[in-house]
């Protein structure tokens, strides 16, 4: 079935350790952070079920990356899969000066081949709470993945106070292979991914091993006493506030996130102060970060993982069951979270008032010979084999590399119906970018509509690299150019790399075109992205300083890459 994208797993919560530290850093000048990182598939029972995922040095998720504001963050990964390449994505870590640092293959590099080393160079330049992961195929899902904390200059403070300060990666998780998932996309008759299996909280979830036909299995394969599976447990002191800086890295689940009998403050969003507001429960959806501070006399909740107040024995199940969470399908209270953030009052950037070009995204589904595709004003996007900043930079022969017609940057709103099956199912396929004047002030408009299901519409977080972009609006049913920009917040909008459009609604954007270099912006869903659901930006490409030969080395540039 090509239709029910959202898990509807109600994530319940929290998580963690017995060690209490805050995350700080002590010198005052900028520090080069070096990190050694090997990868390798490896067995794991991340939910007590067997299977092969990536590893990080042995891990996943991968090792948190510490620094603070203004650091330089250096890693150097060996790909050691033997038979698979790899690449990965800084996920909100703008790459000012270092687009070639961006980890996006077919964008920004070639694919790290098997037994290779490439080496990731960048400033974090703001602080904030993000995310790394694969962006090759969908790697994303055999865990390869991890967190970015990036702490405030010495000497500044951020406009709320907590003692204690942990992380929580949320992310759903499939027992079938990367490999399986995405022949079954590409394959006639279509094969959907369907529901995770599980859902995990820092790497850890419970699969019941009872619903799977035990004969049929390897001894062992599921094993739910399995100590990788056992829940994570954060140990927290009564009276303390702590500050969870949650992320979701879902592969397809929008998420809701609650702790039982607490309130939790939301106070940042992807790197940004919002104006602080409370709520008892987060959604969130892939590729979002949000910065939420709890404090609360003693409870004990279930679920997933466990809140343990200290000094309670931290193995010891708690009492009582999971309450039932919201409906996984409300929408209008998704829509009334994301109406809610707004920029912190003493931390606004106020948007350009106008904008130079507005470009109209109309997300639907199609076929392309037959094979089910994502598409954009009936546009489905595929990657090339050179990387688009490679062959725009080192001027090679670009009719060979990529169209060189730009999509299509609206359709027909006269008359167009977002509330049914499109009447043409069949899509075209382009590797064709827009390409945009350096320094000018873009908007886009996503738009939802139905998908090939009767009525069923679905909820997409859009995720933009290389920039932060204001949310000027959100809106139920059709866009309407003539009457909706009007309703714009041009006072104190949210700035965030990833934003939902929900069911049968529209999200308005604006950025400035000003980092120099080619940018993706997709669905974070991976198999939405796999599927066509994409476009990229270029932007200032004669900017950009020198390319390093190791981001070289395929399609028209294979004689380009030194060792």
């Known amino acids: 079935m090509v239709g029910i994208l959202e898990c509807r797993t109600l994530v319940k919560l929290l998580v963690l ?3 209490i530290f805050l995350v700080t850093v002590s010198k005052v000048e900028a520090r080069i952070r070096h990190y050694r990182w090997e990868l390798k598939y490896e067995y794991k029972s991340p939910d007590c079920f067997k299977k092969l995922v990536i590893t990080i040095n042995g891990g996943t998720p991968g090792p948190k ?6 650091d330089t963050v250096v890693v150097e990964l060996k790909n050691s899969l033997l038979t698979e390449n790899v690449a990965i994505h800084w996920h909100g870590i703008r790459q000012i000066g270092t687009p070639w640092s961006d980890g996006t293959e077919g964008v920004t590099q070639c694919p790290i081949l098997p037994g290779d080393t490439f080496i990731y160079k960048f400033v974090v330049d703001r602080a904030g709470s993000y995310l790394y992961h694969a962006h090759y195929g969908i790697q994303r899902e055999a865990g390869l993945y991890g967190s970015i904390i990036v702490s405030v200059p010495n000497g500044v403070s951020e406009p709320f106070a907590y003692d204690y300060d942990r992380s929580i990666i949320l992310n759903d998780w499939y027992h079938k292979s990367t ?3 995405a022949t079954g996309l590409s394959s006639i008759p279509f094969v959907w991914v369907g529901e995770p ?14 619903l799977l036909e035990i004969p049929s299995l390897e001894v062992g394969v599921c094993n739910a006493k399995n100590p990788d599976c056992s829940p994570y447990i954060l140990t927290v002191i009564p009276g303390k506030t702590y500050r969870l800086r949650i992320g979701s890295l879902t592969s397809l689940s929008a998420l809701s996130f609650q702790i039982e009998g607490h309130n939790m403050t939301v106070v940042e969003a992807d790197g940004h102060y919002v104006e602080p507001f409370e709520t008892q429960n987060l959604y969130i959806y892939s590729g979002e970060t949000y910065s939420v501070l709890v404090s609360r006399k003693p409870a004990t909740p279930t ?12 193995k010891k199940s708690p009492p009582t069951l999971p309450t039932a969470g919201p409906l996984w399908n409300e929408t209008a209270q998704r829509l009334a979270q994301s109406l809610s953030l707004k920029a912190h009052k003493n931390f606004t950037h106020t948007p350009p008032l106008t904008s130079d070009k507005v470009i109209v995204l109309l997300n639907t589904q199609n076929k392309i010979d037959g094979v089910y595709r994502w598409s954009l ?47 043409n199912l069949n899509a075209t396929s382009s590797n064709g970018i827009y390409r945009l004047w350096f320094n000018s002030t873009v908007d886009v408009i996503l738009q939802n509509a139905n998908t090939m299901t009767v009525n069923n519409s679905e909820t997409h977080p859009w995720h933009l690299h290389g920039h932060d972009f204001w949310v000027l609006g959100y809106g139920t049913g059709k866009f309407d150019i003539k009457k909706d920009v009007g309703k714009y917040n041009l006072v104190n909008p949210i700035m965030k790399n990833t934003v939902p459009v929900h069911p049968y609604g529209w999200t308005a954007l604006r950025f400035r075109a000003d980092n120099p270099g080619v940018w993706a912006f997709h669905c974070h869903i991976e198999s939405h992205f796999y599927m066509g659901m994409g476009v990229v930006f270029e932007e200032g490409v004669e900017n950009v300083g020198k390319l390093p030969s190791s981001v070289m080395g395929c399609g028209e540039t294979k004689g380009f890459h030194t060792p």
């Open 17 to 19: 350790c017995h060690l």
């Open 65 to 70: 990356i510490l620094a603070q504001q203004g």
């Open 179 to 181: 490999y399986e998932q």
């Open 197 to 210: 299996q599980s859902l995990l909280i820092n790497g850890r979830g419970r699969f019941n091993c009872s």
């Open 303 to 314: 679920a997933l993982a466990i809140l343990n107040y200290y000094s309670n024995y931290p």
């Open 377 to 423: 004003n009936n546009v489905s996007f595929s990657l090339p084999h050179t990387p688009y900043l490679v062959a725009l930079k080192e001027n090679v022969n670009l009719n060979r590399v990529f169209d060189q017609n730009p999509p299509p940057e609206n359709y027909d709103f006269e008359n167009y119906d977002i509330y049914s099956v499109a009447k």
